[in-house]
């Protein structure tokens, strides 16, 4: 079956039609037919559109998410596309959505029903910005394709229901838990899933084998320390603001340094919430970029100390984490580093596996050159007692299979 993926924003839509089946995930036979982002929508929206490695890309008037929905479409079934397996509407039989927080709600992807969209918004509170995107996606989609138009929701937090209340609560009085359900979370729970998932593939290993600590290191930034399959702890927490240093936002911080700021800067809570959020980080430490490739470009090119600065927090705070997770679990077998910067930046990679050979992990410094450009392997010695592996994340190709077996009505594995 044909999956239309769909990851909304605000203004925004990103999407992918990837076609798979039970059959075809069991001989891992999925086949990606286009990708494409509708950004700006509300205005005079640009559309990009990816099919074999051709992008097209137009401006056109695009209201709200149902117009993108259409705009995705009409695009998919026209010849222009060249997507073969894509004619008309009827040849897309399911859509998967990227929802960002299922609370305590949603511990897997499910079928979207009333029910579930009624779960969703009751999850507002906790992603304010983000499932109401993720909302007009869903009515998009049954407007567009009609009501009982299979729909399926795959959320970030699920795979970290599995926390142990010892992991997920916060040291604060019990019951503000009760009252708010205030607790750790996590986000990147797909991405998790996906790099366990491929690390069984790669070392053969039952779920059960599965004891990793992994590193989701893209802009936004967080570890999960698995055991057994299943996340045990994670280091984002309520939001996506705790734990790693990321590209714009602070992560562990002194709670008390936002009462500080209130004093003596004069900032209002929220405006403290969007500088924790969007001018920390990478970026506010370097005071130039958020974006890691061009901070380590700034570093060969002009050894900028703030941009060093900025680059030796991010992999001692990453290193941290491991270390931290590594105790926690009881000891494990690989780090696996996924996300824009785990996947691609072998020197960042470097930098926080220093210090870990206390650990057992040495690493292969020809092999973790090598691995770019979403190639997948061992970074590590052969022999090495803790090993490494870059796992490239693939979250649209989970969501498609999670969306093709609940559709089937078959449970997901993992
Ligand atoms: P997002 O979290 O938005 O999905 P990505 O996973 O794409 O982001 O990661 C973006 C980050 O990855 C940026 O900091 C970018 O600089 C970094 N990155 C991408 N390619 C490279 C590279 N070749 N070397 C270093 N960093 C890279």
């Known amino acids: 079956m044909n999956i239309l993926v769909l990851n909304c924003g605000s203004s925004s839509v990103k999407f992918q039609i990837i076609a798979t089946d039970v059959d075809a995930i069991e001989h891992n036979a999925d086949r990606r037919l286009a990708s494409g982002i509708i950004e700006r929508i509300g205005g005079e929206a640009v559309l990009t559109f990816r099919v074999d490695g051709k992008v097209s890309r137009q401006t056109a008037p695009v209201r709200d998410h149902r117009q993108a ?7 998919a079934c026209s010849g222009e596309s060249g997507i073969a397996e894509v004619q008309s509407v009827a040849d897309i039989h399911a859509i998967g ?52 138009f299979p729909q399926v929701a ?25 009252r708010h359900r205030l607790r750790r979370y996590g986000f990147h729970g797909t991405s998790f899933r996906y790099v366990a998932y491929r690390y069984r593939q790669l070392t053969g290993k039952s779920r059960e084998e ?10 936004g930034c967080s570890a999960c320390a698995i055991r057994a399959g299943a996340s045990v702890d994670t280091s984002m927490g309520y939001t996506p603001l705790e734990g790693l240093m990321m590209g714009t936002r602070a992560g562990d911080i002194d709670p008390s340094i936002v009462d500080f700021l209130e004093m003596k800067e004069g900032f209002t809570a929220r405006e403290i919430e969007a500088l924790l959020n969007k001018q920390s980080g990478l970026l506010g430490v370097s005071g130039l970029t958020n974006d ?11 050894d900028d100390r703030r941009a060093k ?37 072998a020197e960042v990679r470097t930098r926080i596996c220093e210090g870990l050979e206390w650990f057992g ?18 970074i590590s010695r052969e022999g090495s007692r803790l090993a490494a592996y870059v796992i490239p994340t693939d979250e649209e190709l989970l969501i498609a299979r999670d969306t093709a077996r609940c559709v089937a009505g078959v449970p997901n594995p993992y």
């Open 361 to 378: 992990l040495e690493l292969d410094p020809a092999q973790n050159q090598a691995l770019v450009n979403r190639r997948e392997g061992v």
């Open 210 to 219: 599965t004891n990793i600590v992994a590193l989701h290191l893209g802009n």
């Open 97 to 148: 959505h990227r929802v960002v927080h299922g609370g305590e709600c949603f511990t897997h992807s499910t079928l979207i029903t009333d029910e579930v969209i009624r779960g969703i918004e009751a999850c507002i509170d906790l992603a304010p910005l983000h499932n109401p995107a993720n909302l007009k996606g869903i009515r998009a989609g049954a407007e567009v394709f009609g009501p009982g």
């Open 69 to 75: 929905v259409e705009q995705i479409l009409r695009w």
């Open 154 to 178: 795959v959320f970030d937090t699920a795979f970290h229901q599995t926390l142990n209340e010892v992991a997920y609560l916060y040291a604060l009085p019990y019951q503000l838990y009760r």
């Open 309 to 345: 600065l900025a680059v030796a927090m991010f992999c001692y705070r990453a290193r941290k984490y491991i270390g931290a997770y590594l105790a926690a679990m009881g000891g494990a077998d690989a780090v696996v580093f996924t996300g824009g910067i785990g996947e691609n930046a």
């Open 292 to 302: 890691m490739r061009d901070l380590l470009d700034e570093i060969h090119e002009h």
